[in-house]
């Protein structure tokens, strides 16, 4: 929880002994939402061991108590002869913060709490945490970093204690009982109300139903751009292939923007891959997304979807989709992905990048009558291999109000620029704490990020604070062992950091032994024209198809 962690620094000149208390009580929803209390207590007499005396409004108006807010929108600080203290008072909130938040995942409810009590390692005593969690249904798992620190109380009741140097990773599953009331994927009906019909086996252009790609029929074709308009659905089952063969990238002559990408979504796509049946979209279209134009009311819900070749993953400005990235591999994907102003809480969570383009990144955090919820974009728990093909992993370009999070993930194979704020413009925030970067250096560390430490067109310093020492995605880097070789690693290795040093060897092996470099040798291309009325364009590929409407000339 960013604001815990920052009220325990409080930009003091000496860390505080036994000074930060956390207490109280909360309960995760079946509706992804947070009620309770949680009271958090400095203690005045040991706060004077830093030499500088804490007032209510000095503390009141520090940056660190206003970063509290995020999470605690309504906590106002208090005094008594002891302590000042924050009550913060959850009333049915959806907390979205990288180290505190309630999400549904698989039709599971899904609470995550990390603090470091110690970021100061000259430090004893920081702080002691007593929170009891409740659930709406029975506990399913329990993940810790340290033995003792969740202890269960009851079958839908924990209690989170720990004290003084303690470190807390914490992530805990449940049922949501009789039923999950936010839903994170779309349902057996479309938002129009209407039942969705089988695909065919070759689709393309605008669709007039809700469309649902199933296993059963699965590879699909895609002839041409599926148009998704704003009223219908499209669901994608785990398992399904589709094969885009229309207009693909590297063909410029006479082709519109509508016919670049692979979908064009003003509707919603949803896309349903598991871990053991991902879904898989080849063809190399010039895009895999396109936006242009696109409401608040668009959704691109991707989980366990393995992307690879084509140019970019998503394109258009002036475009207000929802676009959620999770659990996938991009993989010789080269263009940036465009995020424009994101209307709802953003994560982009457990992907694997490689040879790709960066998430360039822009949204407005302000709160407003029109806008209550306001949107907060997180990067978190991502691995990334080597370094990006557009200089940057993570940029942001705009935060207005609030600050782009970066957090858990690891930067292999370094070093490279990693996190970067975009020259030129103001009004950007990154706060890319408690990532893997290969390194405990911040020397080092900051030679992976641009910030205003590397010129004056840079207008913020990103944070980089308690880098991790390890990498804690050893799932993903599995993942991508088995992925890039086609094995899996299962001999013993000393780190993570060495079995994918291990998979990174045996690609080179391989195509050594094949005389072939890891990126793909292109078949040949032809070039057909395709004739609509009068119009005529020029269509390049392997196997060229002309679009939809249009017919080849002889």
């Not at 329990?142 to 839908?156: A, D, F, Q, Y």
């Amino acid at each position: 929880m960013r604001s815990v962690r920052t009220l325990a620094i409080l930009a003091l000149p000496l860390m505080l002994t036994g000074c930060l208390r956390i207490e109280g009580e909360i309960k995760a929803g079946a509706d992804a939402k947070v009620t309770g209390v949680l009271e958090y207590g400095i203690s005045k007499s040991l706060s004077q061991i830093s030499g500088e005396t804490w007032t209510l409004e000095k503390l009141q108006n520090s940056d660190e108590a206003k970063d509290a807010k995020s999470i605690c929108a309504n906590g106002i600080w208090s005094e008594n002869s002891q302590e000042f203290v924050m009550t913060c008072n959850f009333s049915s909130s959806q907390v979205s913060d990288p180290d505190l938040y309630v999400k549904i995942v698989d039709n599971k409810i899904e609470f995550h709490y990390s603090q470091n009590l110690d970021s100061d390692e000259e430090s004893l005593e920081l702080g002691n945490v007593t929170m009891k969690v409740g659930f709406p249904g029975e506990i399913i798992t329990i993940r810790e970093n340290k033995p003792g620190t969740v202890l269960k109380s009851s079958n839908n009741q924990i209690t989170l204690k720990a004290a003084g140097t303690a470190k807390i990773d914490v992530t805990v599953t449940s049922s949501c009982g009789t039923t999950c009331g936010v839903a994170t994927t779309l349902g057996d009906v479309g938002t129009n109300g209407k039942p969705y019909v089988n695909a065919p086996k070759t689709a393309g252009g605008l669709i007039s139903e809700n469309l649902r790609f199933t296993k059963a029929n699965s590879p699909y074709t895609l002839t041409s751009t599926l148009q998704i308009p704003k009223e219908f659905s499209v669901i994608v089952d785990a398992g399904v292939e589709i094969i885009y063969n229309g207009p693909r990238y590297g063909a410029k002559s006479g082709i519109s923007q509508d016919q670049e990408g692979m979908f064009y979504v003003h509707g919603n796509i949803d896309f349903k891959g598991t871990d053991s049946n991902q879904i898989k979209l080849s063809g190399e279209p010039r895009y895999y997304f396109l936006v242009e134009g696109s409401k608040d009311n668009a959704n691109i819900l991707i989980n366990d979807v393995i992307f690879q070749g084509g140019y970019g993953l998503v394109y258009g400005s002036a475009s207000y989709a929802y676009f959620s990235l999770k659990n996938s591999i991009i993989s010789d994907v080269p263009a940036y992905q465009y995020i424009w102003y994101p209307t709802k809480p953003l994560i982009i969570e457990g992907n694997i990048f490689k040879n790709s383009g960066g998430m360039s990144i822009g949204f407005d955090g302000r709160s407003s009558s029109k806008k209550p919820n306001t949107p907060q974009v997180t990067v978190r728990d991502n691995l990334f291999i080597g370094p990006s093909t557009t200089d940057y992993w993570v940029e942001n370009w705009v935060a207005y109000g609030s600050t782009l999070f970066v957090t858990g993930n690891s930067f292999t194979e370094g070093p490279y620029t990693a996190v970067s704020v975009r020259k030129g413009y103001d009004n950007v925030s990154v706060n890319a704490s408690g990532n893997y970067w290969g390194t405990t250096d911040q020397t080092k560390i900051a030679s992976m990020v641009k910030d205003s430490k590397d010129g004056l067109d840079f207008q913020t310093v990103i944070k980089t604070d308690n880098p991790l020492t390890f990498s804690s995605l050893s799932n993903l880097i599995d993942k991508s062992v088995a992925y890039f070789t086609g094995y899996s690693a299962t001999q013993a290795f000393k780190s993570a950091e060495d079995k994918l040093k291990a998979a990174q060897d045996k690609i080179a092996e391989n195509a050594k032994k094949t005389k072939l470099s890891s990126t793909k040798v292109p078949a040949k291309e032809i070039t057909i024209v395709c004739q609509k009325g009068k119009s005529q364009l020029k269509v390049i590929g392997v196997k060229p198809i002309c679009p939809s409407g249009y017919k080849k000339t002889k």
